[in-house]
């Protein structure tokens, strides 16, 4: 040691600061929006928040609304749980190995789900008049459960992705052949499916558009914190 942690001769420690702060970035702007959000509960809704939420009503043709339908479906349901468990299935190697991570990944955007309902539930904010809402939608709007699902979903398949693309290098790089990879675009795609699904929210009516970046910062600070808890992990010692 060089009284630096390393894991595979690369430093740990500065990468898992960098994370933490990251995360604690992303918490502040979370509870920074949070009360800016309970001080306006019960008074007018919030200038950004009416002037998406006109802008949205009168800019939302027949076929526009139905493809939102088709989007803002992709980020509830089966979908989402059955793509953190792919993404387990992809990151982990050997059958045992990867069905526990299949088992932690799920478990991982299911406790997210579980605090982001505590939160919304503490919050309590109400949704915009139903007369606006252009599909389904129930309990409280803040935050936007569809943005957060979709978020964390998307950041646990562009993890898993990156993972596997960075041990086929590592592969690569011990047999001197070459291997060419497109992590990069599926991650920049994954996001903006998670994008176009908070966006889909608000164009249907039934969130404003701070609930939806709300549910994007809950979600980078679960990502970031468990992206953080696995580096602790694989920078111990007994974890070698």
Do not use: K, N
């Not at 604690?24 to 309970?38: E, K, N, Q, S, Y």
């Not at 387990?88 to 997210?112: D, E, K, N, S, Y």
């Not at 007369?131 to 979709?150: C, L, M, N, Y």
């Amino acid at each position: 040691m060089t009284g630096r942690t390393r894991f595979a001769g690369r430093p740990v420690v500065p990468r898992i600061r960098t994370a933490l702060g990251a995360v604690l970035i992303g918490f502040v702007g979370l509870m920074g929006l949070t009360a800016v959000v309970l001080a306006a509960r019960h008074g007018s809704v919030l200038p950004i928040d009416r002037a998406a939420h006109t802008w949205s009503l009168h800019h939302r043709p027949a076929a526009l609304v139905t493809v939102a339908r088709v989007v803002t479906a992709t980020g509830t349901g089966v979908f989402p749980y059955a793509a953190a468990v792919a993404a387990g299935l992809m990151a982990g190697h050997g059958i045992g190995h990867r069905l526990a991570c299949a088992a932690g990944a799920l478990a991982f955007l299911l406790l997210g789900q579980a605090l982001r309902f505590g939160l919304m539930e503490a919050v309590g904010r109400p949704r915009p008049a139903v007369g606006d809402w252009a599909t389904h939608a129930s309990g409280f709007a803040f935050p936007s459960g569809h943005a957060t699902t979709s978020a964390l979903t998307a950041g646990l398949l562009a993890a898993a992705i990156g993972h596997r693309a960075r041990l086929r290098r590592a592969r690569a790089a011990a047999s001197r052949t070459s291997t060419g990879t497109g992590t990069a675009a599926v991650a920049v795609l994954l996001g903006c499916w998670a994008a176009a699904v908070g966006v889909s929210r608000v164009l249907l009516g039934v969130h404003w558009a701070t609930d939806v970046v709300a549910g994007w910062l809950f979600a980078a600070v679960w990502l970031g914190l468990g992206a953080t808890l696995i580096r602790i992990r694989t920078a111990s010692p007994t974890s070698r």
